[in-house]
């Protein structure tokens, strides 16, 4: 009997019981880079938006970064954890806008497997290149006990008070104390610093970046608040953990000092 003969129903029963098992594509190892491209011919989520599935061997413990980037169209970047994305699609992460209209995953796995990252357009006619990267992130440092004391929370601030002069200097002489926050994208955290008998610095880092001796800072102040002092109002692209760092403008500067952090 030839195969036109069936009715579709059965025709397509018949045609995947005679194909083979198709092959799952294996898992990227990271780093990773790809260049892909939205198409008419890839396969459709909600409300007919074109995606693309990337399998990546994700390890227990480590820190990733998950990075989409497109001229052609404004994309976002779904994480789905181990399993068959078919029947279980459930998702451990998602973003969208973090660089421009590019999206950025930072994400630690609870388990090992192979995740999948699911390239899709905002719009449903979204279609272009674009490229997918997975980098692996340094660990976190420990957690920071604050040189000072705090010594109040006053409805939407809290209140540390230290001194400078009990901290060890860093390579370049100058004395700091770091405190460790926690701030959400796009939230302004508003930094004020005063020091006593001094000039005070506030500067912004990644705590990665604790222990270099020429950290990457993120932002800083001097003296936008009152006379010599620092005030600073800090907004993430991107949620996480920051470094307050407490320090001074000149060399081996000592003194008391007041630091303000908005809730």
Same mark, same amino acid.
């Given at each position: 009997?030839?195969?036109?003969?069936?009715?579709?129903?059965? /025709?397509?029963?018949? &045609?995947?019981?005679?194909?083979?098992?198709?092959?799952?594509?294996?898992?990227?190892?990271?780093?990773?880079?790809?260049?892909?491209?939205?198409?008419?011919?890839?396969?459709?989520?909600?409300?007919?938006?074109?995606?693309? $599935?990337? #399998?990546? #061997?994700?390890? /227990?413990?480590?820190?990733?970064?998950?990075?989409?980037?497109?001229?052609?169209? $404004?994309?976002?970047?779904?994480?789905?954890?181990?399993?068959?994305?078919?029947?279980?699609?459930?998702?451990?992460?998602?973003?969208?806008?973090? $660089? +421009?209209?590019?999206?950025?995953?930072?994400?630690?796995?609870?388990?090992?497997?192979?995740?999948?990252?699911?390239?899709?357009? =905002?719009?449903?006619? &979204? #279609?272009? /290149?674009?490229?997918? *990267?997975?980098?692996?992130? @340094? @660990?976190?440092?420990?957690?920071?006990?604050?040189?000072?004391?705090?010594?109040?929370?006053?409805?939407?601030?809290?209140?540390?008070?230290?001194?400078?002069?009990?901290?060890?200097?860093?390579?370049?002489?100058?004395?700091?104390?770091?405190?460790?926050?926690?701030? $959400? &994208?796009?939230?302004?955290?508003?930094?004020?610093?005063?020091?006593?008998?001094?000039?005070?610095?506030?500067?912004?880092?990644?705590? /990665?970046?604790?222990?270099?001796?020429?950290?990457?800072?993120?932002?800083?102040? *001097? *003296?936008?608040?009152? +006379?010599?002092?620092?005030?600073?109002? =800090?907004?993430?692209?991107?949620?996480?953990?920051?470094?307050?760092?407490?320090?001074?403008? +000149?060399?081996?500067?000592?003194?008391?000092? #007041?630091?303000?952090?908005?809730?």
């Amino acid at each position: 009997m030839r195969l036109h003969t069936l009715t579709p129903a059965l /025709a397509a029963l018949a &045609a995947a019981l005679a194909a083979p098992a198709m092959a799952q594509p294996p898992a990227a190892a990271v780093p990773m880079h790809i260049a892909g491209a939205l198409a008419d011919s890839d396969a459709q989520g909600e409300e007919h938006h074109r995606y693309d $599935d990337i #399998r990546v #061997r994700l390890e /227990a413990g480590q820190r990733y970064r998950l990075s989409v980037n497109s001229a052609a169209f $404004d994309p976002v970047a779904h994480l789905y954890r181990p399993g068959n994305i078919f029947t279980d699609q459930t998702q451990v992460a998602m973003n969208d806008d973090s $660089d +421009g209209l590019n999206p950025r995953i930072s994400y630690t796995p609870t388990e090992s497997g192979d995740y999948t990252l699911r390239v899709i357009g =905002f719009a449903a006619d &979204a #279609r272009g /290149a674009y490229t997918a *990267d997975v980098a692996i992130l @340094p @660990p976190l440092a420990p957690p920071i006990s604050a040189p000072g004391r705090q010594v109040a929370v006053n409805g939407a601030w809290s209140l540390w008070e230290g001194e400078l002069g009990e901290t060890s200097p860093d390579s370049g002489g100058r004395r700091f104390a770091d405190y460790l926050i926690h701030v $959400d &994208a796009h939230q302004i955290r508003y930094i004020s610093l005063e020091g006593m008998g001094f000039d005070p610095v506030v500067q912004i880092l990644h705590p /990665a970046d604790r222990g270099n001796d020429n950290p990457d800072v993120i932002d800083s102040d *001097d *003296d936008s608040g009152v +006379g010599f002092n620092s005030l600073l109002a =800090f907004s993430p692209d991107e949620s996480g953990d920051y470094i307050v760092r407490v320090s001074a403008f +000149g060399d081996n500067a000592k003194g008391n000092y #007041r630091l303000w952090v908005s809730q």
